[in-house]
T-cell receptor, first 114, second 113 residues
């Protein structure tokens, strides 16, 4: 079945460091790919998305590119801030539809220290 | 514009009891999905409601049931609670613009003792 694998955490970085969180997926067909962020005590917020191969999603300085050849959707940010500390989830939607149930990875906790 | 709201925020129940969680979707959204997020894990899909009917279901036992009302709000019911049902329960809504994806509420933290 469809699945998402993301790098184990926690990841601890100093402020202004470069961030990469790896995400790979297994799916039939052409899924949509998402990154969600969960701040302490809160629900999930959509960070960015990509719906087809070679699409780049971007938001708040974060970027991820849909790579069909490597089945990957790695999250990157050039300079992290303390306020970026959160848990990040990679997810896929098996069909390009907002109503298709999402399949999530286990999450990667990021801590940014000043 | 209010987003997805859920109630209650926290809940403590005893093993064997029954619980009802509530969700109001984002304005303009007609589809509600429920997810269970165990501690340290990613959310797992429970089921989805559209037009007051369960449309899709994940790998959860029949103890988990739901309902959607004409105003699109939804309830999640869990019977015969087990310790393993302790989790954050997330509601997500979506509407006609399928490309936007799902909006999540803040969740209900259920603790079963």
């Amino acid at each position: 079945g469809d699945s998402v694998t993301q790098m184990e955490g926690p990841v601890t970085l100093s402020e202004e460091a470069f961030l990469t969180i790896n995400c790979t997926y297994t799916a039939t067909g052409y899924p949509s790919l998402f990154w969600y962020v969960q701040y302490p005590g809160e629900g999930l917020q959509l960070l960015l998305k990509a719906t087809k191969a070679d699409d780049k999603g971007s938001n708040k300085g974060f970027e991820a590119t849909y790579r069909k050849e490597t089945t990957s959707f790695h999250l990157e940010k050039g300079s992290v801030q303390v306020s970026d500390s959160a848990v990040y989830f990679c997810a896929l939607s098996p069909r390009n539809s907002g109503n298709t149930p999402l399949v999530f990875g286990k999450g990667t906790r990021l801590s940014v220290i000043a | 514009d209010a987003g997805v709201t859920q109630s209650p925020t926290h809940l403590i129940k005893t093993r064997g009891q029954q619980v009802t969680l509530r969700c109001s979707p984002k304005s303009g959204h007609d589809t509600v999905s429920w997810y269970q997020q165990a501690l340290g894990q990613g959310p797992q899909f429970i089921f989805q409601y559209y037009e007051e009917e369960e449309r899709q279901r994940g790998n959860f036992p029949d103890r988990f049931s739901g309902h959607q009302f004409p105003n699109y709000s939804s309830e999640l019911n869990v019977n015969a609670l087990l310790l393993g049902d302790s989790a954050l329960y997330l509601c997500a809504s979506s509407g006609w613009d399928r490309s936007v994806g799902q909006y999540f509420g803040p969740g209900t933290r259920l603790t079963v003792t």
